[in-house]
């Protein structure tokens, strides 16, 4: 009768991948991340079919067990007869990274100034994304991580785009300075527009903390909000 606290559950579903849709996707654009597949024993043709073949295709082992066994690797959560073990996410190292796009221009980057909700850092991953991005720099402590709920919220983005984590935000600031970025960080209530104002071609796009926002020292190193 243990009750299982948040952060254990939390750390027991980091590494899974659940739900018909976000395991099709990790099959189909990243199977390098798809440590096993295990499937519940109802389920049934032709979904069944359809992520077995993946499965061969893609070299990915798998398992099948009862519901109950996988609402418990779900930690409670919905997942649709079907869960994927992740191997570790790749990040990428911010030196390395920025020696890949030297000169690279029109270039933006997304900074992220300690997100803490897994969901809304899969909403800004995916928005990151889509507005054409290079990639998205988090905080490795107090900030959330790359992982079920984030794969799910940024729709596949978070395994497609370079996520680099880092030690400071202000110090990564004042690095991308020195590699020709401009930094533009987004507050309430900064005077200029995000939509009237023509970003700087070398862009890193600094975003601040849910209800806190930048951090006082962040927004000081920020060239301009």
Known sequence: ????????????????????????????????????????????PPFLDELLDMARAANVTWQVVSPSALDKLSGGEKHQGVICRLTQAKTF??????????????????????????????????????????????????????????????????????LIPVSNITRTIERLKESNFWAVGLDGKAESSLWAETLPERCALVVGAEGEGLSRLVGETCDMM
């Open 1 to 44: 009768s243990h009750t299982i606290s948040h952060e254990s559950r939390h750390n027991m579903t980091d590494d899974i991948c659940r739900g018909r849709k976000p395991v099709i996707d990790l099959l189909t654009k990243s199977p390098s991340r798809c440590a096993k597949l295990i499937i519940a024993n109802n389920v049934r």
């Open 93 to 162: 190292e911010l030196e390395a990274f920025l020696k890949s796009i030297e000169g690279v221009s029109p270039a933006l980057i997304v900074v992220l100034d300690h997100i803490e909700d897994p969901q809304n850092l899969g909403a800004v991953i995916r928005s990151a994304e889509a507005g054409g991005a290079s990639c998205v720099i988090y905080a490795k402590r107090r900030a959330a991580v790359p992982n079920d709920t984030v794969i799910k919220t940024s729709a596949g983005a978070s395994l497609r785009l370079p």
